[in-house]
């Protein structure tokens, strides 16, 4: 999160997380993508399927994305970008988002941009701080697991975004926490010495 005023009351009516989730909802609108990676670049040209124009907002005067996505940014007719430049505050009506205000980190100048909705691709921080030194992590501190969601632990089961790092759905999250609660019924099954319906893979 930006963590600037507007943001968590605007959560839902205009603040997005997630282009795939929301995406839909902003057909011919004007939209704000903040960040400079990759990720930021790939839900705002995702973005340009539904809105009219899509306003990529970046602290610095160049991307820190891959080539071959600032490539593709480029090329987009439908995005624009808008350098040297962060999100100070949220504007509302009783309603939804109305616009954002701007500053220019280098002139300290500030303006009322008009839009419709505001989606934040800074980067994400796992909430996994508590395992540091207990649970193997990789370098952005996100739980390892194998294919049965199992930590580096006996008996210790990581799902969802603490782990998963490229899709963050929902539904995926969903999907893996199932799984690793059939895993963690049987690993406790064979600690008390009874049948568990089905084989997983050991």
Known sequence: MLDIPGEEEYGGRGVSYCATCDGFFFQDQRLVVVGGGDAALEEGIFLTKYASEVYIVHRRDQLRASQIMQERAFKNDKIKFIWDTVVEEINGDTEKVTGATLKNVKTGETQLFPIDGVFIFIGHIPNTELFTDVINMDEQG??????????????????????????????????????????????IAELENRAYPGELIR
Not at 156 to 175: E, S, W
């Open 142 to 187: 996100y739980i390892i697991v194998d294919e049965m969601q199992r930590t580096n632990i006996n008996g210790v089961y990581a799902a969802g975004d603490v782990h998963d790092h490229v899709f963050r759905q929902a539904i995926t999250a969903a999907g893996t926490g199932a799984a690793a609660a059939i895993a963690s019924e049987k690993f």
